[in-house]
C-alpha cells in the first residue's frame, strides 16, 4: 500500500470515527439495503454492533500493514461470517461496501473522491479474502 493511500485512508477513518452519527448511519443504509440483510440484523443491537464493526474495521486497517495478530484476526473473521459460521454470501460484502463508502461520502467532513478510493484500496483485497470463505 503506498503512504498517500494510507494517509488519506487514515485520516479519513478518523475523521469518520469522530462523528458520532457514522457507524450508526452505516447500519441504517445496511439495514435498509434489502430485506436479507435486514432480517439478518432485525434483532441487533445497534449500539454493540457498532463497537464490534469499528473493532473490525481496525482489523482491516491493520491487516493492510500486515501484523501477524491481524492477519489471524482476518481469519478469525473469516471463519466467524463464512461457511462455518454465520453463512454471509459473498455478494452481501459488495453490499456493505457500497453503504459503509456511502456513509463515509456522508458523515466525512471533508469528503473527496479520493478518500473514496483509499477506502476502496484499502478494504478490498481484505473483503476478497473475507468472500472467500463464504
Given at each position: 500500500m503506498d503512504?498517500?493511500?494510507?494517509?488519506?485512508?487514515?485520516?479519513?477513518?478518523?475523521?469518520?470515527l469522530s462523528n458520532r452519527a457514522f457507524l450508526p448511519r452505516f447500519y441504517e443504509l445496511f439495514t435498509e439495503s434489502s430485506p436479507e440483510v435486514g432480517e439478518r440484523f432485525r434483532q441487533t443491537d445497534v449500539l454493540r454492533q457498532?463497537?464490534?464493526?469499528?473493532?473490525?474495521?481496525y482489523i482491516l486497517t491493520m491487516a493492510t500493514v500486515g501484523t501477524d495478530e491481524s492477519r489471524n484476526e482476518l481469519i478469525r473473521l473469516g471463519?466467524?461470517?463464512?461457511?462455518?459460521?454465520?453463512k454471509i454470501p459473498a455478494y452481501l460484502y459488495d453490499?456493505?461496501?457500497?453503504?459503509?463508502?456511502?456513509?463515509?461520502?456522508?458523515?466525512?467532513?471533508?469528503?473527496?473522491?479520493?478518500?473514496?478510493?483509499?477506502?476502496r484500496k484499502m478494504l478490498g483485497p481484505h473483503i476478497a479474502i473475507l468472500k472467500s470463505f463464504s
Open positions: 503512504e498517500k493511500t494510507l494517509e488519506i485512508f487514515n485520516d479519513s477513518f478518523e475523521n469518520c457498532s463497537k464490534i464493526l469499528k473493532k473490525s474495521l471463519n466467524s461470517h463464512g461457511v462455518q459460521g454465520m453490499l456493505w461496501l457500497v453503504c459503509l463508502l456511502r456513509a463515509v461520502r456522508e458523515c466525512h467532513t471533508e469528503w473527496h473522491p479520493e478518500i473514496e478510493r483509499s477506502w
